[in-house]
């Protein structure tokens, strides 16, 4: 059964450095997502990305996030400065179509620890 | 804007026993609603959901949850519970307006199973 995936499983980084989280979608999957879930609250949406650009973001997204498609495969999350809060387990998902009437998939998350 | 609360963090029950996971939404225009199951070291499973018509829908395991739109509730419910049901439940809405994609989640609910 297809599913996505997500590397490494857990990354731990100092406080201003750049990381990069890497998911691999379902492969006929046109729409990409990054959740995240701070240890204690909620599972939060950060991002939709279809066909090669933002569709949808929240507020925690602002620009020290960014979303790529590197090439047919990955769906990254870039973070170019982390803070101490943005220490959690990040989700990535992807659907088929947009919509809601479309399931979304879950990888397994990276759990994100910054120091 | 959506919130969903899930008012109970953890739920211990014994083993064929019945269980309600109970989870409550706002929202200023119609929704939809959905149940994920997320077992230890895994990635959010679609458990069930509920798009539109009859407002009681079933999942392939015996959970079942119903739409309550005058309570704006969507109650998890199994008659009898196994050991491998352990695991943590998020309720989850979308905008059924728009078709707006990200879900909005609930802080989660974990199922403990006892035999």
């Known amino acids: 059964e297809p599913e996505v995936t997500q590397t490494p499983s857990h990354q731990v980084t100092q406080m201003g450095q750049e990381v990069i989280l890497r998911c691999v979608p379902i492969?006929?999957?046109?729409?990409f997502y990054w959740y995240r879930q701070i240890l204690g609250q909620k599972v939060e949406f950060l991002v939709s990305?279809?066909?090669?650009?933002?569709?949808?973001k929240s507020e925690i997204f602002d620009d020290q996030f960014s979303v790529e498609r590197p090439d047919g495969s990955n769906f990254t999350l870039k973070i170019r400065s982390t803070k101490l809060e943005d220490s959690a387990m990040y989700f990535c998902?992807?659907?088929?179509?947009?919509?809601?009437?479309?399931?979304?998939?879950f990888g397994p998350g990276t759990r994100l620890t910054v120091l | 804007a959506q919130s969903v609360t899930q008012l109970d963090s953890q739920v211990p029950v014994f083993e064929e026993a019945p269980v309600e996971l109970r989870c409550n939404y706002s929202?200023?225009?119609?929704?939809?609603l959905f149940w994920y199951v997320q077992y230890p070291n895994q990635g959010l499973q679609l458990l069930l959901k509920?798009?539109?018509?009859?407002?009681l829908v079933e999942s392939i395991n015996g959970f079942e949850a119903e739409f309550n739109k005058s309570q704006t509730s969507f109650h998890l419910r199994k008659p009898s519970v196994h050991i491998s049901d352990t695991a943590e439940y998020f309720c989850?809405?979308?905008?059924?307006?728009?078709?707006?994609?990200?879900?909005?989640f609930g802080s989660g609910t974990r199922l403990q199973v006892q035999p």
């Open positions: 998902a992807s659907s088929e179509l947009g919509g809601a009437l479309n399931e979304q998939f």
């Open positions: 492969s006929n999957h046109l729409y």
């Open positions: 990305f279809y066909n090669n650009e933002i569709s949808e």
């Open positions: 929202s200023s225009v119609s929704v939809y």
């Open positions: 509920y798009l539109s018509g009859s407002t």
């Open positions: 989850a809405v979308s905008d059924g307006d728009t078709g707006r994609r990200a879900l909005t």
